[in-house]
């Protein structure tokens, strides 16, 4: 483990697929960023830097509350923090971003976000997090396909398939290109920003509350839907990656699929898979 890892809180996991070629996937969100550069104005450098401070507290009152890592390399600057997520990202085969990468989504985010991305030469989806709809994200930039409702990136054995359900529903539409997308049975990763309750979870996620549920109670039906779209082609589906819990939770979402929620990237928090045959 070089120094990079060492600093991080990395959670490995081995996906074994027969007759695949062994596959790396980074995934982490919930980073929060709130930068400011040489071109915010000293209005959004003041605002940053008091986002910037509220999040030393939130971070440590999160992993103080689910009792995970709060030590000084969680609690060191969250820009630096974020340099290592994408060094070590950089080195997988593929990225899961799952969604809260920055706070507000200011000017400085954004040109912070973009020469991050620049640099990452793999295949990679962005779920928007209901961070990301708290601004506009503008079109032409890298960071731009948070916008798309549904995100697609893959090589020739295994695609990832990205959801916007940041604001806890997904439409017909998402759904139907979800459905279509499992007709010529190549092995998936579904991502989308809020986690299914399952059986295994639903004591944690009780405790977190409804604000955290993607199937809450009185929910749309599309939502449930998802669930059964997840079902019905289980034997496609690699696993399901989400955020916005800021703790971590593996859980069963359907016989022979696990769901991955990753715990705040703000800390460090990353889940790498090793998938298919080792
Ligand atoms: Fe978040
Ligand atoms: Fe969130």
Redesign the pocket.
Known sequence: MDDIEKRLLIHEHVIRIPGMRRHVLCQF??T?ITTWDGLSTPEEKKRAEKGSANWIETRKMFADLHGEPCGPYQMRDHMEILDDLFTVAGKADMVAMV??MMDAVTPADLRAMEKRLEMLEVPYVIAC???EKKGTVPEGLRFSIVNRKVQTAEDDELRMICLDNADRSVSGDQLSVLRDSFKDHKKTVVVFHVPFVTEGNREEMEKAGEYFWFNYPGCPVENLELLKIIRENRNDIAMVLA??L?FMNDSKIVDGVMQYVSS?GITGYMNRFVIGEG
Request: hydrophobic letters at 0%; glycine letters at 34%; proline letters at 0%.
């Open positions: 969100g919930d929060h969604g809260d997090g209901n961070h955020g916005h800021h705040q």
